[in-house]
């Protein structure tokens, strides 16, 4: 019996070590297969974790493109938006054609405005050449020689008319001292000259100098384009419209007489 004993107890022993081993081996096999579902678990947590990098990395490149696409767009933009500047072109060509006729009035203006300032404006009873007019004296016709001097003695330029009458058919005499009053003429008269005379009223009338003479104090020398002498001229006239001017030479003791045809 005691043997019994001890071979029952032998076995309880051996029986309860072999259960411990398999409890052991289980318990491990529970570790193991609790180890794999928390790897299976970080497993899927990172395979999650990569495709939310993933759809967070195509979102990312899809905005990058989207983004490049319409950079690539915005050229084609600034291409269109380039296209209305052709009317402004047009409206450039408008202004410098406006421009130049502007300027074309302005000229105009000022040619007018020249034309005005061009226009002299004329003394009374004056002689002129050149633009230079002195006054004339009307002393009327018929006076003597010896009153004439007279009067250019006291230094005028006289007209031996009582008023003067450009469409009058005879000849008007203007006589003055030189050097004095007629050195003008002296300065600027010769054949082709024109001489411009005025009348009262300051309206101007133009004579052209054909013939002349040098006389002595007789007044004997003759003008060949009307075959009279100075003193005749003087004292007669010519019968036609037309001037004699006579003063003396600086010179010398001798004077001149011209004899001028009316251009009107």
Same mark, same amino acid.
Request: proline share 4%; glycine share 8%; aromatic share 8%.
């Given at each position: ?8 107890? !032998? /076995?309880?022993?051996? +029986?309860? +070590? ?8 289980? /318990? ?7 180890? &794999? ?7 899927? &947590?990172? =395979? ?7 759809? =967070? ?9 989207? =983004? ?25 060509? !408008?202004?410098?054609? &406006? ?32 633009? +230079? ?56 008269? =010769? ?23 040098? !006389? ?11 075959? /009279? ?36």
């Amino acid at each position: 019996m005691s043997r019994l004993k001890k071979v029952v107890s !032998v /076995m309880l022993v051996i +029986i309860g +070590i072999t259960g411990f081993v398999v409890e052991a081996k289980m /318990m491990t096999i529970g570790k193991k297969k609790k180890d &794999v579902i928390t790897i299976a678990k970080q497993y899927e &947590v990172q =395979s999650t974790t990569k495709e939310k990098v993933v759809l =967070s990395s195509e979102t990312e490149d899809k905005k990058e493109s989207s =983004s490049s696409t319409e950079e690539t767009k915005e050229p084609e933009k600034k291409e269109e938006v380039k296209e209305p500047e052709k009317p402004v072109e047009e409206v450039k060509s !408008v202004v410098e054609i &406006v421009e130049p006729v502007k300027e074309e009035v302005i000229e105009e203006v000022v040619e007018e405005r020249r034309m005005v300032e061009k226009t002299p404006q004329y003394m009374p009873n004056s002689l002129g050449i050149n633009g +230079i007019y002195r006054n004339y004296l009307p002393i009327g016709r018929g006076n003597h020689v010896e009153v004439v001097e007279q009067y250019i003695n006291g230094g005028n330029l006289i007209a031996a008319v009582g008023s003067y009458n450009p469409y009058e058919n005879q000849t008007t005499y203007f006589g003055g001292h030189n050097p004095g009053i007629m050195d003008y003429m002296e300065q600027n008269l =010769s054949i082709g000259s024109i001489v411009t005379v005025t009348d009262g009223n300051g309206r101007p009338f133009e004579y052209r100098a054909v013939d002349y003479t040098i !006389v002595d104090i007789y007044g004997e020398g003759v003008l060949s384009s009307i075959g /009279m002498s100075a003193i005749d001229l003087y004292e007669f006239g010519s019968g036609q419209r037309s001037l004699a001017i006579q003063y003396c030479l600086s010179s010398n003791d001798l004077m001149v007489m011209w004899y001028l045809l009316p251009l009107f």
